[in-house]
């Protein structure tokens, strides 16, 4: 069976893309013929995940240390992509924190760490697709499941993930005229240090069945799936890949 190369002359940003579903969303896409450009905090980390990605296949890596919290740490990775590539075609605003507080302890820092990465990352990203991006370009975000439905502990995160569904129908209208489709995944239980973090978890209080677990490379095809032409039919839709967890709940 021949290799299908959906993304062959095509630039990706892939924001969080040093670990866990950025880094396998990395090697996805440049899997498929993308010119790859790593966004992360974490020099070392970034460092590591360019060797990964190029093992995988892709011929063009690009590393940007980068605070998506930034606006001109944002702007400059955008500009240093179009330096490096000429192009734009596809964003996938990865990037996201969690605080693991009780709403009452939550304090004014804890909300805009979280909003600061989790929604205005993922904004400054794509007002800068819609400003650099030509036409037929996508742009993926990462929410979560608790966008929709959550646990005690991360009001700000699920918050965050809701905006950010917000964001995604907003910026498909406004997209959609420029040629630019934007739309959602909904991560459910996915084995990254994230999930195994989780004090709801190491206490007992959230029970997470080893079925209901899936992995980074999981989230990494549907969001090729939704970076791709493949998909070319869906704008502002946000699809949920959770293994089925919630439709049992």
């Known amino acids: 069976m021949n290799q299908i190369y959906r993304f062959t002359d095509k630039t990706a940003i892939i924001t969080g893309g040093a670990s866990g579903i950025g880094l396998a969303t990395a090697k996805r896409l440049g899997q498929e ?15 590591a995940a360019e060797k990964e990605v190029r093992i995988a296949g892709a011929k063009d890596v690009l590393i940007c240390h980068c605070n998506v919290a930034d606006f001109n740490q944002v702007s400059k990775v955008v500009k240093q992509t179009i330096d490096s590539f000429g192009i734009l075609d596809v964003v996938v605003n990865n990037a996201g924190l969690m605080v693991f507080k009780p709403l009452i302890e939550h304090t ?65 209208i406004e997209g959609e ?23 709801n978890i ?15 490379e999981d989230i990494a095809a549907a969001i090729a799936y939704l970076a791709s032409s493949d998909s070319k039919f869906v704008q502002g839709e946000s699809l949920r890949i959770d293994g089925g967890r919630l439709a049992r709940l």
């Open 108 to 172: 004014l820092d804890d909300w805009n760490k979280i909003l600061s990465v989790d929604l205005l990352g993922a904004f400054y990203f794509t007002q800068q697709a819609f400003l650099n991006m030509r036409n037929g370009g996508t742009i993926v975000n990462v929410s979560s499941v608790h966008a929709v439905e959550t646990t005690p502990l991360v009001s700000s995160y699920a918050a965050a993930k809701a905006a950010l569904l917000s964001l995604t129908r907003s910026a498909a």
């Open 177 to 199: 005229p420029k040629g630019i489709r934007v739309n959602a995944v909904l991560p459910g239980a996915v084995n990254t240090p994230m999930l195994w973090e989780n004090p």
């Open 202 to 216: 190491k206490a007992g209080l959230e029970v997470i069945n080893k079925a209901d677990v899936g992995e980074p």
């Open 33 to 47: 013929g993308a010119r790859i450009v790593l966004v992360d905090l974490s020099e070392e980390k970034l460092a």
